[in-house]
Structures are given as C-alpha cells and as structure tokens.
C-alpha cells in the first residue's frame, strides 16, 4: 500500500466516522469539509504553531484534523521513512544473533499513524501499540491499519501519554510530539519511552533552534541513562555546536526533500512541486544492544563541490565540527565525497 492511498483511505474513514457521529445535516457537513474551508483550516493551526502554542490549543474542530493529515502525513512519512531506511534497517541483514530484529511498536504521540505506516514499511511488527490524545486521529487510524495490515494486533490508547507507563517494545517512535508540551514533561515522557525501549528509540523533532536546544537536554538524558546513541552523532561526548561561541545561526539539523503531489500541494497553496522538510532526530539503542559507533563522521551542511576537491563539514567522532577537505588525487574518497548529501556519514 502506498503513501498517498493510505492517506486517501484515511481520511475516507476518518470522513465516515464524523459523518456518521455529526447532526443530520449533510449540506452543513460537506460545507465543513470543502477544499476552501479545509485550506483556511489548515492555515489556522500553521498559525498557532508558528506561534509557539500549539500543545495548549491542540486541534479545534474536525476540518483542522482532516487538513493537517493531508498537509502533514507526507512530510512527516518522508522524514521516518528516510532515517529508518538509513540508519536502522542496514543492521537488520548483517546481525547474525537477531539482535536488530523489531517485532513489537509503541508509538508515542501517533496522531494519524504515520510513523507506525513508515515503521511498517520496514519492518514485520506482530504487535503496535499507538498512544494518541486526539481520539479522532487515533480511532480513524487503528480502523484502516487493521483492514490494510490483519497479520498485526493494534492496541490504541487514547489517554495515557502522560502516565509515563508504557509496555515494553522493541521500537520506541517520538515523532513529531515532544515540542508540543512543556520541557518538564517532555524530558518526563521521554524518559518513561527510554524505559519502555528493549532495542530502538527513535525520536523526531521539527528541525528549529528551539527544539534542538530541547533535544540537547534529550540527548542527555539518555546518555546519563546509559543508552547507546546510533545517529545522527558519531559520538556520546557534548555536542560541539552547544559550546561553540559563533554558532548563533548552527544547530544541529537535517532536510528531506519530498514531491508534492495533488492534495498536498493545493492545501499547501505552495506554487513549487516539493518541498525540504527541516527536522532534527535522535536514535539510540538499549545498553542490552550491542552497537559500536565507528570513526564515522556526520555531514553537518551541504557539501561544496569545486574543482579537483569537495569540502565538507562533519562532525567526527573525535567530538569536534572539522572541515574537510577531499582532493580528487585520492580517487576512492573523492568519488565518494562527490555524492555525499547533507546529513550522510563521511567514511574515509
């Protein structure tokens, strides 16, 4: 099943629920979600998230959730999907004692399901658990996961994400969730997620100054936990764009470019066919997991291409930003620096 007939079948369901629950007035219901109607939606919740205060207000009536799902689901699926696929699933055909494996998901935040949707692409799960607030996201997203994927048991919980009890799971997925409360109980939930974490955390931010300065506190957090860190650092030492004096405009964070097709350009009202979606992540792994970080380096920006050498920043495993410098008499590196991307690992 692909990205955008899973959305379409989403929202499909998500249509006949409100309907079937909303007062017998079908001119008013389809007036609530006309295009037009669902496009002002949409613009008013970018609103409140640019304005900072969208774990206080939340979703404010149907035509929000229905427009965030079309807006968002792409994005956010791009940006799982992408670190999933390059810093996880590599390890699944190389482990020998099956110690990469995921079978069992909790889903923290879930909203709509798109990290569970990503995850599944990857892995086969006999068992999701998806905590989600907004009942309406969650309930909608359980109905099509179980008619599109019946080998899995789902077990959705509506209330509980701030109970900081939750059952223990191979993959952990924050995506998206923990700059929507306040900082206190988001090192509180996140703590309770690294409890819950036998294999894999994987947690996601929007790619801002401001959360990554709360994802630095994260990234202690589990490092005083003893949790191993698999990406996007190369190291557990303090990372050098916290203490760095010039790095006013630095913070540690990645883009994923992604087409815009059909719903998703016109509720955007964007006149390009794709959009870079910014995010910052971490993922680390149970103390139990065997993982060796190598002499790798992450690639902090956009490479400069010249002639006859490419210059990159990185941040090495030595725990310092370097600058780069690949010349094209050393072929093999070269030829590897050429196609390297913001955000890839420098092995050389």
Not at 214 to 231: E, F, H, P, Q, W
Not at 268 to 280: R, V
Not at 287 to 311: C, F, M, N, T, W
Request: proline share 5%; charged share 20%; hydrophobic share 40%.
């Amino acid at each position: 099943m692909d990205l955008h007939t899973f959305i379409d079948e989403y929202v499909r369901t998500f249509v006949q629920r409100y309907q079937s629950v909303a007062k017998p007035n079908g001119g008013a219901r389809e007036k609530s979600l006309a295009p037009h109607l669902l496009k002002g939606a949409y613009a008013d919740l970018s609103q409140r998230y640019r304005m900072a205060d969208a774990y206080a207000n939340g979703f404010q009536n149907i035509p929000e959730m229905i427009a965030y799902v079309q807006a968002r689901f792409p994005a956010t699926y791009a940006v799982v999907d992408h670190i999933l696929k390059t810093e996880l699933v590599p390890h699944l055909n190389v482990d020998p004692k099956n110690m990469y494996s995921v079978d069992t998901i909790l889903d923290l935040g879930a909203g709509p399901g798109t990290a569970t949707f990503a995850a599944l692409q990857h892995f086969d799960v006999s068992h999701v658990t998806m905590v989600e607030q907004t009942i309406p996201l969650l309930q909608s997203a359980t109905t099509v996961f179980r008619q599109n994927f019946p080998k899995t048991t789902y077990v959705d919980i509506s209330d509980s994400l701030y109970k900081v009890i939750f059952p223990t799971v191979d993959l952990v997925l924050l995506s998206y969730v923990l700059t929507e409360m306040p900082e206190s109980k988001a090192l509180s939930v996140y703590e309770a997620s690294l409890k819950a974490t036998t294999k894999f955390n994987l947690m996601i931010l929007p790619g801002t100054p401001a959360a990554f300065r709360l994802l630095l506190n994260l990234r202690a957090l589990a490092i005083d936990k003893g949790y191993t860190i698999m990406a996007p650092c190369p190291h557990a030492k303090v990372c050098p764009l916290s203490v760095k004096e010039d790095a006013v405009d630095e913070w540690c964070h990645f883009r994923k470019r992604l087409d815009r097709i059909g719903f998703h350009q016109d509720i955007k009202q964007g006149s390009l066919g794709y959009e870079d979606e910014p995010y910052c992540y971490l993922l680390v792994a149970n103390p139990a997991v065997v993982y060796e970080q190598g002499d790798d380096a992450r690639v902090i920006q956009s490479p400069q291409k010249r002639s006859g050498h490419v210059l990159v920043d990185v941040c090495a495993s030595s725990g310092v930003i370097e600058e780069r410098c690949v010349s094209k008499k050393n072929k093999s590196a070269y030829v590897q620096a050429k196609r390297l991307k913001w955000g890839d690992l420098l092995v050389i």
